[in-house]
Antibody, heavy 123, light 108 residues
Framework: EVQLVESGGVVVQPGGSLRLSCAAS????????MYWVRQRPGKGLEWVSL????????YYGDSVRGRFTVSRDNAKNLLYLQMNSLGPDDTALYYC????????????????WGRGTLVTVAS | SSELTQDPAVSVALGQTVRITCQGD??????ATWYQQKPGQAPVLIFF???NRPSGIPDRFSGSSSGNTASLTITEAQAEDEADYYC???????????FGGGTKLTVL
């Protein structure tokens, strides 16, 4: 059974930093690109980041580029999101999601999602 | 980045058919993907590509596309279909993804 479990969400002050983790199980982690998607309270979904299966390629949404860094440890089946210079607009539930397709290539098809971890940026 | 536009809210009578749409120029190039999200739950993939439904998704959910508009059709809507529905697609920038704003479906 595929499982994705996010952690690391806390209350952090504006300007602070945070690292989220996503523990993956039930599939061959290093075969798949992985994504971060966030959802602000009461709002829609927003794509945050993509990391390729081999961690060579990373991509970011406009609102986080230059502040967030995605990484992965394929030996430990872990996905990370380092978040710096946090602001109130970063308050959201952060989901990690798995690409439906294995290997390289661009996709918007996310077949498994975690339950999310809540990041609150407030003083 | 591209934009995908969805109606904020749609309603359907129990047992009737409803179409939820997603509009954007990027859909002339890429297929839309559809997700269902119920309150307090993570999104669930329900339809993707030209004609793909993940296992476990009822066949009353179907997708189609024409020009700049993608549609998710729910045939004989059930009470449990009441949820938020999101479309997304690949974006013009390679490996980027764009989401629609979501449609809240009410089953009357």
């Amino acid at each position: 059974e595929v499982q994705l479990v996010e952690s690391g969400g806390v209350v952090v002050q504006p300007g602070g930093s945070l690292r989220l983790s996503c523990a993956a199980s039930g599939f061959t982690f290093d075969d798949y690109a992985m994504y971060w998607v966030r959802q602000r309270p009461g709002k829609g979904l927003e794509w945050v980041s993509l990391i390729s299966w081999d961690a060579v390629d990373t991509y970011y949404g406009d609102s986080v580029r230059g502040r967030f860094t995605v990484s992965r440890d394929n030996a430990k089946n872990l996905l990370y999101l380092q978040m710096n210079s946090l602001g109130p607009d970063d308050t959201a539930l952060y989901y990690c999601a798995k690409s439906y397709y294995s290997g390289s290539g661009s996709s918007s098809d996310f077949d498994f999602w975690g339950r999310g971890t809540l990041v609150t940026v407030a003083s | 980045s591209s934009e995908l536009t969805q109606d904020p809210a749609v309603s359907v009578a129990l047992g009737q058919t409803v179409r939820i749409t997603c509009q954007g120029d990027i859909l002339r190039t890429y297929y839309a993907t559809w997700y269902q999200q119920k309150p307090g739950q993570a999104p669930v993939l329900i339809f993707f590509g030209k004609n793909n439904r993940p296992s476990g998704i009822p066949d009353r959910f179907s997708g189609s596309s024409s020009g700049n508009t993608a549609s998710l059709t729910i045939t004989e809507a059930q009470a449990e279909d009441e949820a938020d529905y999101y479309c997304n697609s690949r974006d013009r920038s390679p490996y980027h993804v764009v989401f629609g704003g979501g449609t809240k479906l009410t089953v009357l």
